[in-house]
């Protein structure tokens, strides 16, 4: 999705002139302090710390629930697919979970699979259980967003890759680490090892991860509605940005999808924060409508698609897709995830049900789990105002908050790359 | 001189199979017990349809749809792997002098459709390429142009077509070749037509280059296109992709 965003970031950059936000430097040389251009732009290359280009990968396969009928609209799914990138002697392993809608592979989960590479750990990806492949190959419930029901399948996950894997690595020890969504799943799973012991993490590194996922999917799906001026206006915005695109690349003389080039242009105009924070919203809501539709499909429909619709490879899907990207994380919530818990548990409310889905819901365990850390920044977009405070007082001197980043931002900025290696290596700098 | 070469009849045969096989359905097929869904599309999209972004114009959607998984499937039984192969043996550098060559022959195709579009500048800008890159950069294998601050025109005869006003038609996907629509379509036919009838690398008196020049250029086209099929994570990957060549196209048309 990053890549969908740095295209749509291109014609904002241009098309509107206006805010000031320039490349003021930060006591760590951040080179955007507007979070939303932190979260939207990839850090220009004269910011980002070293790692390896390549390292080796295998790709693998795991089938979960080898009973499991897969629906033909889904043909092509036929196992979830994880990596791995093997060190060659003895090292700890650490598996790394994805955020929302992206897999084991996104671009974010290749600077974190090189970072943690390089610093001697044998790195296994694994993609969110929000991501249609997860939920069709791995999700028990195919209803994802419950964290703990998540941290149950991943859990599995992890032992399947663990077994696949284990004649391949030399393991001494293990480690979990997760970004967003990954972040508060990887909190839950670190949990559920305390009963189960499969792998005594030694260390977990929660990244940016929200505090309540009601709140910050609440936060998400506002700014795309607000940011447009209401839902109904997403087609003249759309056509808007993508009337800009032509114009910049003309009077650029080419266009690139690369980050440089982007930046490039973001230099000569700075976007204007309204359409960055659409931007945001639009591909979180692109990400949730894929899940919502997979979910709705494996579990027989009623939601978006009509139930017991037999729906095969030649199929037009173009009805319901526009139907999901009408569908908002919060209606999902409460029409579909909500009604659908509350069947299984008799007693439960919806109040309860946000609750759980919260990192206050295992404050003591976070106090106490000395091996847990958490890296995020004080203008992460997904954080609603009181939750740094929060997150700074459960995890204390264990918490590293960089002033500027946005979500995800600076994961492969210089001092987070330290940060991340030298908690992860137990040698803190 | 104006023989119908291998990739034009493949084309012509493309579109007349077309026709027999647009007849497939696309309608799911629903249980007499099959209940509405809660979010119906009545109640939730108030848009008018002709602004619907993800409405493209596909009266042969069920053949587009199998044409679709066809290119998935030849893609991972021999394009891609051929790729690989070709990446294996060849130096990077050689891929890249490859992709150059291939570049400043199919200047042509810039060349000629600037030129229908009576648009001066980028036929100089082209004419300028061709000479420099033929000569300076030694038959095209480097491109000295680009350096220069002279950027490749892509102009083609569905551009072209589009600039005089002919709108896409129905969106096609073609078997190997992916997205397009009938304009565009029509326009490749017309560009490779063209290209046999001047015939600028000779290939009436050295019939047995052909061949190879055909499935080199195939294997490098397909070497730059980073998109995999089903690798998008989306279940609506076959609608996000005709909407992303649909509005790409109009922006080509439009430059």
Redesign the interface.
Known sequence: MRRLLLLLALPLALAFGGSPAGAAIQPYFYPFVNPYEATVMDLPAAYVAKLPEEVPTKIFKLTIFPERKIPD??W?EDGLVCSLAPQKGKAPLIFVIAGT?S?FNSPTMLKLQRAYYQAGFHVVSITSPT???FVVNASESAVPGDVRADARDLYRVMQAAWEKVRDDVDVSSFALAGYSLGGIQAAFVSLLDEERKNFDFRKVLLLNPPVSLFNSVTALDRLLVENIGGE?NF?PW??TV?YN??AV??EM??MELTGEFIYKAYKIRPPVEQNLKALIGLSFR?DS??MI??A??MNG???????????N???????????????SFV?YFH??FSPYWRKKEPGLTEQALIDRLSLRSIEPYLRSAEKIGLLTNEDDVILVPGEIEYLQQVFGDRAKIFPTGGHLGNLNHPDAVRYMNGFLTGKEL | MNKPTNRTLTVALLLAALSLLAGCSTVPVLAPDSQAPLRRYEDVVKTPTEQQLLRVSDPIEGFNRGAYRFNYNFDKYLFLPVVKGYRFVMPDYAEQRVSNFYDNIFEFTNFTNSLLQLKWKKTGITTARFAINSTVGIAGLWDPATKWGLRRQSEDFGQTLGHYGVSNGAYIVLPVAGPSNVRDTTGLVVDSVAFNTVDPLNFDSNQEWEAPFNALYAVDKRKRIPFRYYDTGSPFEYELVRMLNTQYRAFQVAD
Request: avoid cysteine.
């Open positions: 609209v889904f092509y809608g897999k991501h249609m492949n109904e087609i759309f056509q993508l695109l032509a690349s003309r003389g080419y692109m409508a894929n539709f997979t709705d499909v429909g009623g939601y978006i698609v009509p139930t017991k619709a037999k729906l490879n030649s199929t037009s899907l173009t009805p319901y897709a526009m139907v999901a990207y009408r569908t209606d029409e579909y």
